[in-house]
């Protein structure tokens, strides 16, 4: 039976925000968004996303009738509601977290990572609607990723999957923020574009993008280049369509992997739109395994922005089972 009201709570490295849902209604009733604490206190943090929820339960509410949901970063055992650890949030190990949550709220509580939940906002409200399989990547400051396959998450025995940020596509690349080196993550996130701009200037490359980055190094960042690119700066160009070749190659792995009929791209990096996604979609057909793979494959931009997290927690809480409960589930 659906719960009349849903809270869907994005707990972020520097923010927390949070929104309540009536029904079936994606327009919030009401959310907020404050400041995630940055204190290795565990119960600091919990305290603030417990006021989060608090101050979104309608007074007149049954705890009983409300659905919680929660993504957080980084690896989440959903089935027994654990953050194993969170990237942003250092002091957060197997931490119980719909234990800790259900001590304060008698509500119905559902963990998630949260590019899981940004996977189920575009397949439920977004990008992927009217899909059942598909892969989501989002490419901001990290690379997340959700696979969506029969409908339903992906997420094997323990819940973990699906980082698919963190696949190693170059053993001898840059060190993740995960501690391994070369994985996705460390070569296609907005940081590690940046990163790769800077050294790239610093060998003496020609670019629009010099005297910035002799002025400020720090200046250099995937706007500034996504900007140079579309004024035809060929060095940014060049940095872009590298970019959208490993990205293809990746993508065209997802595609041996999960056959889906839809890739989704989100994520900050996502705002050099088309002259990302256009070499993409051309890189993807020529490293597809087979043409069979990319025959029915639409490879399109996230619709949902920032709300996808949110979004993909009403989903949750209104449809249970699109993160399955057990692995035999
Ligand atoms: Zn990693």
Redesign the pocket.
Known sequence: MARPYSIAVDLGGTHIRAALFLSQDTTPVRRTRGLTPQTPDQTAILEALARAIQDLIPPDADLANISIAVGTPGPVDPFLGLVLSAPNIPSWHALPLRDWLLSRFAATIHIANDANLAALGELSYGAGQGATDLVYLTIGTGIGGGVITAGRLLLGSRGLGA?L??VTVDPSGPQ?????NG????LASGPAIAREARARLAAGASSSLSQTYRSDPLAITTERIAEAARQGDAFSRTLVADISTLLARFIADCLALFSPQRVILGGGVMGLGELLIAPIREGVTHYAMAAAYVEQLTICAAQLGDDAGLLGGLALCLNPSLQPSSPAS
Do not use: P, S, V
């Not at 993740?176 to 391994?180: I, N, P, Q």
């Open positions: 980082e940020g963190h993740c923020g995960c501690g391994r994985h996705l993550e460390a």
